[in-house]
Nanobody, 124 residues
Framework: QVPLVESGGGLVQAGGSLRLSCAAS????????EGWFRQAPGQERKFVAA????????KYADSVKGRFTISRDSAKGTMYLQMNRLTPDDTAVYYC?????????????????WGQGTQVTVSS
């Protein structure tokens, strides 16, 4: 398995920013597409953003377009999610995921590997 470890979550006021990181190790990360998903209490896990293996194809959920930016540093084996202008609706556990496919997907079932999640709480 590819261990994925998220970090960077926390408590922030509405309008603030956070940067999540997802560190991967164990397999050729540079060949993997990756994504971010989030899950609020009582809700299903939802797509946030995804990036393909070389970073030249990116997808965002409509709810985060223009506020969140996904990126990756393959040399470091790390993916990032810069989150700006946060609102209470962004409160959730955020998970990073990776797939051996080259191309990104918005569907959780397309990803073989998952991190443990990091809590993001946005206060109003």
């Amino acid at each position: 398995q590819v261990p994925l470890v998220e970090s960077g979550g926390g408590l922030v006021q509405a309008g603030g920013s956070l940067r999540l990181s997802c560190a991967a190790s164990g397999l050729p990360f540079s060949n993997f597409a990756e994504g971010w998903f989030r899950q609020a209490p009582g809700q299903e896990r939802k797509f946030v953003a995804a990036i393909n293996w070389n970073g030249d194809s990116i997808k965002y959920a409509d709810s985060v377009k223009g506020r969140f930016t996904i990126s990756r540093d393959s040399a470091k084996g790390t993916m990032y999610l810069q989150m700006n202008r946060l609102t209470p609706d962004d409160t959730a556990v955020y998970y990073c995921a990776a797939t051996g496919a080259y191309y990104e997907s918005t569907t959780p079932g397309a990803y073989e590997f998952w991190g443990q999640g990091t809590q993001v709480t946005v206060s109003s």
